[in-house]
């Protein structure tokens, strides 16, 4: 069944509006008056809509029924990723909105090759925001994961070092594995992943990561991309924590 997002103050008095956009949309899956389609108020909430009107400005129906959407998981997930180049940030960011993850990080680190301006990011993010809406969408989410830019990486290391559980990837750590970690964790509501750029983590990095209560974790003998790392992980998680049943 056909998905969209609209705003929650949208939906009101037993009818959800839509906008010129999404009328756009309905046309061109040809959905008609008297048709079926969900509507989510990216705050967790699936309406079945009955199509009522349509015409240039956007759209209006009638809401059949509603019910928590069942694409959330129990566990809220920050993906924490450093710049990297290309467009392995995007790739990041629609694997993680599709595993679930709840919002999405990114971060410099010390061996960024990637390095944006503020005026870049602001360009940048907001596209990754729109990748994190489709893929939203694609994958039947009943919230859009935010996209934010942490300034610093010390920044962005408090900021998971808060979260139940905070694992940092680091392949120098031979010790501490993500599945004994996870199995010796319980009652998790919130989680924080990092993963590094290019290159990886320095080790001053992975010191200063520690002394805020980070658990640093290996993600066995093969060495991952930059982009694959925090979906592994991000897998290893929701299976974990029964997220994927």
Known sequence: MARFFVAATNIFGGV?????????????????????????????????CRLRHIHDEGAEAEIVSAEPSRGEPSVDVTVFAAFSKGDKLETTVQKSVELGASSIVVFPAARCVSRPSAASMIT??????????????????????GVTVSPSFEH?????????????????EKEGDIRSI?????????????????????????????????????LGPRILRCE??????????????????
Not at 17 to 46: M, N, P, S, Y
Not at 124 to 145: C, F
Not at 156 to 172: I, P, T
């Open 16 to 48: 959800a509006c839509l906008g010129a956009k999404e009328a756009a949309h309905l046309r061109a899956l040809r959905i008609r008056r008297g048709e079926h389609f969900t509507v989510c108020d990216g705050q967790g909430t699936d309406y079945i």
């Open 124 to 145: 940048k993010t907001a596209r990754l925001q729109k990748i994190s809406e489709e893929a939203a969408k694609q994958s039947h989410r009943g919230k859009v994961p």
């Open 156 to 172: 962005a290391v408090k900021a998971a070092a808060a979260c139940d559980l905070a694992l940092f990837l680091y392949e120098n």
């Open 182 to 218: 996870l199995r010796s964790k319980t009652g998790i509501r919130t989680v924080a992943i990092m993963a590094g750029p290019e290159g990886g983590f320095e080790p001053h990095e992975a010191d200063l990561a520690e002394r805020h209560g980070m658990r640093k974790t290996g």
């Open 228 to 245: 694959t790392a925090p979906l592994a992980a991000l897998a290893a998680v929701m299976y974990e924590t029964d997220n994927l049943k």
